[in-house]
């Protein structure tokens, strides 16, 4: 349990420093992006909900690829195709129960879904102030 708890909180510091920072370069990559189609005198709205939505997915597929890395290094559920769809769902806290992680590892892979759910809620409400900000969206007008 110990190794459970030890890897498991190593893993949602490693993967709230890749959203930390993923985050500031899709912010940065939708600035960039905006900032030139607004030279050559073209909105930029959807295109800026656009990156932000490819980027977000980009970090968040970084982060169960990770996951799914040490599944697969630790045979939690098999091999990699395996270890990266049992990542997915677990991320996103689908939790199909078609795949059933090793016994030893089953409080890890429940440390994912948690880590998971706050990452992806940290994702939406990126996407709702981005929407606000460079998006098509104004406060109060949509909501």
């Known amino acids: 349990m110990i190794a459970n708890l030890m890897l498991g909180t190593l893993l949602i510091g490693i993967t709230v420093v890749i959203h930390t920072f993923g985050l500031m370069a899709v912010t940065r990559a939708i600035g960039m992006i905006t900032n030139w189609l607004r030279l050559q005198g ?11 939505v490819i980027g977000v997915f980009g970090v968040l597929t970084v982060e169960i690829w990770l996951w799914a890395v040490v599944y697969f290094s630790l045979e939690v559920v098999g091999d ?10 677990t991320f996103a806290t ?15 892979t429940s440390l994912e879904g948690v880590s998971g759910f706050l990452l992806i809620g940290w994702s939406t409400a990126y996407l709702v102030a981005a929407g606000v900000r460079v ?5 109060g007008e949509h909501f």
């Open 135 to 139: 998006g098509p969206f104004r406060a």
């Open 42 to 52: 073209r909105r930029s709205h959807i295109v800026a909900m656009l990156v932000a």
């Open 80 to 89: 990699f195709q395996t270890s990266l769809y049992f990542s997915t769902a």
């Open 94 to 108: 689908v939790g199909y129960g078609d795949i059933v992680a090793d016994g030893h590892w089953r409080l890890l």
